[in-house]
């Protein structure tokens, strides 16, 4: 079982910055392959960014330069850095986190997670 808890939301003015945790405890060896998602009240949750155990990452066309994704493996917790905010940024944002994306998965895709945060909200306003 793995359990995976979000901080660092909040609320923050355009152009500013905020950095995201995402602790994950229990059986980490099932979090290989991690990721942040958001979603907005009405709309589907999407990938926001992904990295796997080579520290190779992915990221959505609307955070790409503006996001950064990275990891610290010794303390089990996943980050996103987000600089230049935007208020289409605001959502919830979720850590997300399997063993490893299927072969021809897409880590964009909400069906390739098992385990997942509760959530942290960022207001950009």
């Known amino acids: 079982h793995v359990q995976l808890v979000e901080s660092g939301g909040g609320s923050e003015q355009p152009g500013g910055s905020l950095r995201l945790s995402c602790v994950a405890t229990?059986?980490?060896?099932?979090?290989?392959?991690m990721a942040w998602f958001r979603q907005t009240p009405g709309r589907e949750r999407e990938g926001v960014a992904a990295?796997?155990?080579?520290?190779?990452?992915n990221y959505a066309d609307s955070v790409k330069g503006r996001f950064t994704i990275s990891q610290d493996n010794a303390k089990d917790t996943l980050y996103l850095q987000m600089n230049s905010l935007k208020p289409e940024d605001t959502a919830m944002y979720y850590c997300a986190a399997e063993y490893s994306i299927s072969y021809g998965g897409s880590w964009s895709s909400t069906y390739e997670y098992n385990y997942w945060g509760q959530g942290t909200q960022v207001t950009v306003s």
């Open positions: 229990g059986n980490t060896y099932s979090t290989n392959c």
């Open positions: 990295i796997d155990p080579d520290d190779k990452t």
